[in-house]
């Protein structure tokens, strides 16, 4: 019963977010302010700034891959170093040379 | 980015190692408790850094986790210090520093002079110092009212002086006296004019007042030769007697020459000897002594002064340069002619002095003789000159 309630409510969830999405995109508003989703700046191939990221997954000097929602995003390159983190974001630095999402 | 790193190193941090699976988790959890964490890398191990107060915490995350953490390195301002808490050696020179700087802060280092227009500062730097103003004393010891006094005294040219102490630095501001402005048309002071000196009167050029002699009159020293006063029908007039009294006057000189005499003659050779005044210590930085005259040579002394500067402020180091000059004395016996010569220069030298810009000499007769060992030159000279002298009459306003 509960297992079913949980699900019910993920869905809920799952839904709402895309409406949020929906509505961010008919607005033409930032879907990273409207409905929280995961926000990259990339500076060339040697940095990157994820904001409303859920924590690191894997962490090796050729791949991180993070959290975002509720896909991982997976950066891959050489001598890669989180340069900072904290509670939601975080940057990268290093050579990257591929950004990769997961589902 | 540089300003957070200095940030980083005042406040200290610590480079510390992860061990064991879960670092990532651990990681995760230190972001997630508000645990700032920077410049986590991989390389033969995992490194992570926080700030030093934030490491302790990280133990009971680490144990939650799994994994081991250990300290690497330690950086930053805080643990340098820490360093350094058992250094007897570094306290004794902190207390020390701070003695020479309380002792150091109740002495007079730097002398400025301002205000001085025609007064050359290095000379009422030197007066300062012989009237009790020097670098290096203490300033309790300072008398500021006495030294204003002296200097004052010192240098009549001085209209105002105040001395102003500053920390260590203490100010010589000096005004100086300004001529009194020509009050010929402003001041109507009635005034007569007198003869300066006897004479025989050639030419007269009267513009104010009453004549009361005439071309052709001899005249003594302190007679009247133009009144102030116009005396006409019903009322005198009183003025400023104003005119050119040209007279022939005689001036007559009597100069003596020895005939023997001492000559000097540079030698070339100078002595320099110098001394360096530092903090108001003297320091001799020549092995020179001084020279002292004899019969055959005297010396010259001419003293140099240098101070180090920082822009326009005198620091309390000085260098103090006598050159001595050598000059080789020898007797000389001047003949007569030599001798005539140099009484004649001084008579042209003596009658330029005394000839003012209207004066011209008429003529001049001289006579010399040699008496005990010397040549004595007698001058009498005729000039025409103004002898006009102004003479207040003091009169009581009705």
Request: aromatic share 8%; proline share 2%.
């Given at each position: 019963?509960?297992?079913?309630?949980?699900?019910?409510?993920?869905?809920?969830?799952?839904?709402?977010?895309?409406?949020?999405?929906?509505?961010?995109?008919?607005?033409?508003?930032?879907?990273?302010?409207?409905?929280?989703?995961?926000?990259?700046?990339?500076?060339?191939?040697?940095?990157?700034?994820?904001?409303?990221?859920?924590?690191?997954?894997?962490?090796?000097?050729?791949?991180?891959?993070?959290?975002?929602?509720?896909?991982?995003?997976?950066?891959?390159?050489?001598?890669?170093?989180?340069?900072?983190?904290?509670?939601?974001?975080?940057?990268?630095?290093?050579?990257?040379?591929?950004?990769?999402?997961?589902? | 980015?540089?300003?957070?790193?200095?940030?980083?190193?005042?406040?200290?941090?610590?480079?510390?190692?992860?061990?064991?699976?879960?670092?990532?988790?651990?990681?995760?959890?230190?972001?997630?408790?508000?645990?700032?964490?920077?410049?986590?890398?991989?390389?033969?191990?995992?490194?992570?850094?926080?700030?030093?107060?934030?490491?302790?915490?990280?133990?009971?995350?680490a144990k939650q986790t799994g994994v081991k953490i250990?300290?690497?390195?330690?950086?930053?301002?805080?643990?340098?210090?820490?360093?350094?808490?058992?250094?007897?050696?570094?306290?004794?020179?902190?207390?020390?520093?701070?003695?020479?700087?309380?002792?150091?802060?109740?002495?007079?280092?730097?002398?400025?002079?301002?205000?001085?227009?025609?007064?050359?500062?290095?000379?009422?730097?030197?007066?300062?110092?012989?009237?009790?103003?020097?670098?290096?004393?203490?300033?309790?010891?300072?008398?500021?009212?006495?030294?204003?006094?002296?200097?004052?005294?010192?240098?009549?040219?001085?209209?105002?002086?105040?001395?102003?102490?500053?920390?260590?630095?203490?100010?010589?501001?000096?005004?100086?006296?300004?001529?009194?402005?020509?009050?010929?048309?402003?001041?109507?002071?009635?005034?007569?004019?007198?003869?300066?000196?006897?004479?025989?009167?050639?030419?007269?050029?009267?513009?104010?007042?009453?004549?009361?002699?005439?071309?052709?009159?001899?005249?003594?020293?302190?007679?009247?030769?133009?009144?102030?006063?116009?005396?006409?029908?019903?009322?005198?007039?009183?003025?400023?007697?104003?005119?050119?009294?040209?007279?022939?006057?005689?001036?007559?000189?009597?100069?003596?020459?020895?005939?023997?005499?001492?000559?000097?003659?540079p030698t070339g050779s100078v002595i320099y000897r110098?001394?360096?005044?530092?903090?108001?210590?003297?320091?001799?930085?020549?092995?020179?002594?001084?020279?002292?005259?004899?019969?055959?040579?005297?010396?010259?002394?001419?003293?140099?002064?240098?101070?180090?500067?920082?822009?326009?402020?005198?620091?309390?180091?000085?260098?103090?340069?006598?050159?001595?000059?050598?000059?080789?004395?020898?007797?000389?016996?001047?003949?007569?002619?030599?001798?005539?010569?140099?009484?004649?220069?001084?008579?042209?030298?003596?009658?330029?002095?005394?000839?003012?810009?209207?004066?011209?000499?008429?003529?001049?007769?001289?006579?010399?003789?040699?008496?005990?060992?010397?040549?004595?030159?007698?001058?009498?000279?005729?000039?025409?000159?103004?002898?006009?002298?102004?003479?207040?009459?003091?009169?009581?306003?009705?």
């Open positions: 019963m509960r297992k079913a309630q949980g699900e019910q409510e993920k869905q809920k969830e799952k839904g709402g977010m895309r409406g949020l999405a929906k509505i961010a995109n008919v607005l033409q508003l930032p879907a990273a302010v409207v409905a929280g989703v995961a926000h990259m700046q990339v500076n060339g191939n040697h940095e990157a700034v994820l904001e409303g990221c859920g924590g690191i997954v894997e962490y090796t000097d050729e791949t991180v891959r993070v959290k975002t929602g509720k896909c991982i995003t997976k950066f891959s390159g050489k001598n890669l170093e989180i340069k900072c983190i904290q509670i939601d974001s975080l940057m990268i630095q290093g050579f990257i040379t591929a950004i990769e999402f997961q589902f | 980015m540089f300003v957070l790193t200095m940030i980083r190193w005042f406040v200290g941090y610590v480079i510390f190692t992860v061990e064991g699976n879960g670092q990532e988790r651990f990681v995760n959890l230190c972001a997630r408790f508000g645990f700032t964490v920077w410049n986590i890398r991989r390389k033969e191990r995992f490194f992570v850094c926080v700030s030093r107060t934030k490491y302790k915490m990280m133990k009971n995350l250990r300290v690497y390195k330690k950086r930053g301002l805080p643990f340098v210090l820490h360093k350094f808490r058992n250094w007897k050696s570094m306290l004794a020179g902190l207390a020390v520093f701070a003695a020479l700087l309380c002792f150091l802060s109740t002495r007079v280092w730097s002398i400025q002079v301002q205000g001085n227009q025609t007064l050359h500062t290095e000379l009422l730097l030197l007066t300062a110092e012989e009237v009790g103003l020097k670098e290096g004393m203490a300033k309790s010891k300072l008398d500021i009212l006495s030294v204003q006094n002296r200097l004052m005294t010192a240098y009549p040219e001085i209209a105002w002086i105040s001395l102003n102490t500053r920390g260590s630095a203490v100010t010589v501001m000096i005004g100086e006296k300004e001529d009194k402005p020509d009050i010929w048309n402003s001041d109507k002071k009635v005034m007569n004019l007198k003869a300066a000196r006897d004479g025989q009167i050639v030419r007269m050029e009267v513009t104010h007042g009453t004549p009361q002699v005439k071309v052709g009159d001899g005249v003594a020293q302190g007679q009247l030769l133009v009144s102030g006063i116009t005396e006409t029908k019903y009322d005198n007039l009183f003025t400023r007697a104003t005119a050119k009294i040209i007279a022939r006057t005689k001036h007559t000189y009597e100069i003596k020459i020895p005939l023997e005499q001492e000559e000097k003659t110098r001394a360096l005044r530092l903090f108001g210590v003297t320091v001799p930085i020549t092995f020179e002594t001084e020279p002292e005259n004899s019969d055959s040579f005297v010396y010259e002394k001419d003293l140099s002064v240098y101070r180090a500067k920082a822009g326009s402020t005198n620091l309390p180091a000085t260098v103090y340069q006598e050159a001595w000059t050598e000059y080789a004395v020898s007797r000389v016996r001047l003949t007569e002619e030599q001798a005539l010569q140099k009484a004649e220069e001084e008579l042209e030298k003596q009658q330029k002095e005394a000839l003012g810009q209207e004066a011209q000499i008429i003529s001049t007769d001289i006579r010399h003789t040699i008496e005990n060992g010397q040549l004595i030159l007698r001058a009498v000279s005729v000039w025409e000159e103004n002898i006009a002298q102004e003479s207040e009459i003091y009169v009581e306003e009705p």
